[in-house]
């Protein structure tokens, strides 16, 4: 009897730690999908930024940038959107590569071949979720309300199955790519991967590949990736709306990266919040926050401009310094902060 009633206990204990979390999640949840907390964090975010470097903090916006636009065409908002799916790869198979010690070849080919293990494949998801993300508010703030933008947990089968096709649509096309690498040393295969993040001629080549393999995925008839009229019919967007896009990154990555902890320890969202405001996190989790943010930061730059990927600072977590690291995590914490004191 005793031995029952303690499993019961224990039991009991579970049932209510998990409500507790699906509380806190569903708190997130409305939070992503608030025009009014994506404006409120954007400014947070602009303005630690500016705090971080030193440097008088400016408006969020002046009054000619609230209601001025800028131009894009189509067709450069086709690539940046295709994107995503290679700079959740690219980012994804950095952590895994950090936490095994086997290099990027290796990951891909399990990747592409589905060999992957339910662990990898969890995580490469919540980096495509992350990506994917960042992406819609600079398409149209709007899209940050539809019903799939959600914390991962609460996404579908079908979305998450939409998410790892992207991944392993990527890393076919990467894992050709490195075959003269293949045999190479860690370093050798980095430094690929960071040629071919600079390349716009490859991301064009990813992102065409990319949209092809999401047809083929529903399968659908595949059309040309940009037709004649897409590379010239030009869209106007808000500066408003893209600001507050860029400014958004850190907060996907928080969201992100916390509930792929959430997920894999069972821990309340608002305590990794709190590990994170006060410095208590592990430097591995700690680490992990911050690839995160390189994923969202990556993902956002072909909007802002594909030849924002041609900058020195766009390559490998790998490569970065602890200063580039730093302005990542000054992104997570001001999110982490903002976040916490709505739960």
Same mark, same amino acid.
């Given at each position: ?5 303690? %499993? ?225 019919? %030009? ?5 408003? @709306? ?81 200063? @580039? ?19």
């Amino acid at each position: 009897m005793f031995v029952q009633h303690i %499993i019961s206990c224990d039991t009991k204990k579970e049932a209510s730690m998990e409500q507790k979390i699906q509380s806190q999640l569903t708190v997130i949840d409305s939070l992503l999908r608030s025009a009014d907390f994506s404006l409120s964090i954007a400014k947070a975010q602009d303005t630690a930024y500016y705090t971080g470097i030193g440097q008088p903090v400016p408006p969020f916006l002046t009054p000619a940038e609230d209601t001025a636009t800028i131009t894009i065409t189509t067709g450069e908002e086709k690539v940046a959107s295709n994107l995503a799916g290679f700079y959740a790869l690219e980012c994804g198979i950095g952590a895994l590569s950090g936490q095994t010690h086997e290099k990027p070849t290796g990951w891909l080919e399990k990747i592409a071949s589905e060999k992957a293990d339910s662990a990898s494949i969890l995580l490469l998801n919540r980096f495509a979720n992350a990506t994917w993300k960042i992406s819609q508010p600079f398409r149209d703030i709007k899209r940050i309300t539809r019903p799939n933008f959600t914390v991962a947990s609460f996404l579908p089968p079908e979305e998450i199955v939409k998410d790892y096709y992207q991944v392993k649509t990527a890393a076919s096309k990467l894992l050709a790519s490195m075959q003269p690498v293949k045999d190479g040393s860690l370093e050798d295969q980095m430094q690929k991967i960071r040629s071919l993040l600079h390349s716009r001629q490859y991301a064009f080549e990813m992102a065409a590949c990319m949209d092809s393999g999401y047809y083929a995925s529903q399968k659908k008839a595949i059309p040309p990736f940009i037709s004649a009229k897409e590379d010239n019919t %030009i869209i106007h967007k808000s500066i408003k @709306d893209q600001k507050i896009a860029t400014n958004l990154a850190g907060f996907y990555a928080l969201e992100c990266g916390l509930n792929y902890l959430v997920t894999t320890k069972k821990i309340l969202p608002a305590a990794i919040l709190q590990s994170i405001t006060e410095n208590t996190i592990s430097k591995e989790d700690k680490m992990l926050f911050s690839r995160f943010a390189n994923a969202t930061w990556k993902a956002s730059q072909p909007f802002r401009g594909l030849d924002r990927i041609e900058r020195e600072t766009f390559m490998p977590f790998y490569f970065l310094n602890e200063a @580039d690291i730093d302005k990542d995590w000054v992104q997570i914490k001001t999110a982490a902060a903002k976040v916490l004191t709505m739960l």
